[in-house]
């Protein structure tokens, strides 16, 4: 997951800071009124929205945007919409394989914008199970590196179900079964570890090496995707060494 995590880890800060800090605002929210709405607004109960919050809050969301939409996910404040998850898979160039996940109260703008994105942009729309067999749903939590060594993190999580941890520049990834993230979440909690983000996402069990000219192509793909209000994440099953992307970032 390397090339995929490093960059995805990069472009998230990217965004912090530039101008698609309001899209990414946006995708919080609509997270944390969704965890709202399925487990209720107390978040001792409900370790979805413990998560959702926790990222929202890292990624500098105020806090009365927060406040707002767990009241109208949980229904004591009005204006919530019903969201569905739908998601959609295809190819990119290169024949990587991509799983596209939307959040959206409009069933056919979603598909209508994942599928203009994928057209234009080298990429081509799959039936449902033809591509997410490529992947398998996993916990995955990253972990800023500090002053913290790869031991310290593996000591902290190993015993509550942890699989791996991977280096990634600036962070560490530690993944596990999506049933044991709240475990491992909890464990580096205890272990007084921060964390930027625990998600349940789709991780690839094999992957497609890029060179430069592909990787433009796969990032450009992804960009299209993700500037979708409707489009939640998006997964791929891309690896780019790190010289190529060193040169990408150039």
Same mark, same amino acid.
């Given at each position: 997951?390397?090339?995929?995590?490093?960059?995805?880890?990069?472009?998230?800060?990217?965004?912090?800071?530039?101008?698609? #800090?309001?899209?990414?605002?946006?995708?919080?929210?609509?997270?944390?009124?969704?965890?709202?709405?399925?487990? !209720?607004?107390?978040?001792?109960?409900?370790?979805?929205?413990?998560?959702?919050? /926790?990222?929202?809050?890292?990624?500098?969301?105020?806090?009365?945007?927060?406040?707002?939409?767990?009241?109208? @996910?949980?229904?004591?404040?009005?204006?919530?919409?019903?969201?569905?998850?739908?998601?959609?898979? !295809?190819?990119?160039? &290169? @024949?990587?394989?991509?799983?596209?996940?939307?959040?959206?109260? +409009?069933? +056919?703008?979603?598909?209508?914008?994942?599928?203009?994105?994928?057209? #234009?942009?080298?990429?081509?729309?799959?039936?449902?199970?033809?591509?997410?067999?490529?992947? &398998? #749903?996993?916990?995955?939590?990253?972990?800023?590196?500090?002053?913290?060594?790869?031991?310290?993190?593996?000591?902290?999580?190993?015993?509550?179900?942890?699989?791996?941890? +991977?280096?990634?520049?600036?962070?560490?990834?530690?993944?596990?079964?999506?049933? %044991?993230?709240?475990?491992? #979440?909890?464990?580096? /909690?205890?272990?007084?570890?921060?964390?930027?983000?625990?998600?349940? +996402?789709?991780?690839?069990?094999? /992957?497609?090496?890029? *060179?430069?000219?592909?990787?433009?192509?796969?990032?450009?793909?992804?960009?299209?995707?993700? %500037?979708?209000? *409707?489009? /939640?994440?998006?997964?791929?099953?891309? *690896?780019?060494?790190?010289?190529?992307?060193?040169?990408?970032?150039?």
């Amino acid at each position: 997951m390397s090339g995929h995590s490093k960059w995805a880890t990069t472009k998230h800060k990217k965004a912090v800071i530039d101008a698609k #800090r309001g899209k990414l605002f946006a995708k919080m929210i609509k997270n944390i009124e969704v965890a709202a709405r399925t487990g !209720g607004a107390d978040v001792s109960g409900n370790p979805t929205l413990f998560d959702a919050i /926790q990222k929202a809050k890292k990624s500098s969301v105020p806090n009365k945007n927060i406040d707002s939409a767990v009241k109208r @996910g949980a229904g004591l404040e009005a204006g919530g919409a019903d969201y569905e998850t739908i998601m959609y898979e !295809g190819y990119g160039p &290169n @024949g990587v394989a991509v799983l596209i996940e939307c959040l959206t109260d +409009n069933r +056919n703008r979603a598909a209508s914008d994942v599928r203009v994105a994928m057209t #234009r942009n080298g990429g081509s729309m799959a039936d449902p199970g033809s591509v997410s067999y490529l992947f &398998n #749903r996993k916990g995955v939590i990253v972990v800023p590196k500090g002053e913290l060594s790869e031991d310290d993190v593996l000591g902290a999580v190993l015993d509550a179900g942890a699989e791996e941890v +991977n280096d990634l520049g600036e962070s560490f990834e530690v993944l596990s079964e999506a049933t %044991d993230l709240v475990a491992v #979440r909890t464990a580096l /909690q205890e272990a007084g570890i921060d964390y930027d983000s625990a998600d349940a +996402n789709f991780v690839p069990t094999m /992957q497609v090496e890029l *060179d430069e000219d592909g990787a433009r192509k796969i990032f450009k793909l992804i960009d299209a995707l993700e %500037d979708s209000d *409707d489009v /939640q994440n998006v997964f791929a099953n891309f *690896d780019v060494s790190d010289e190529v992307m060193e040169k990408v970032d150039a």
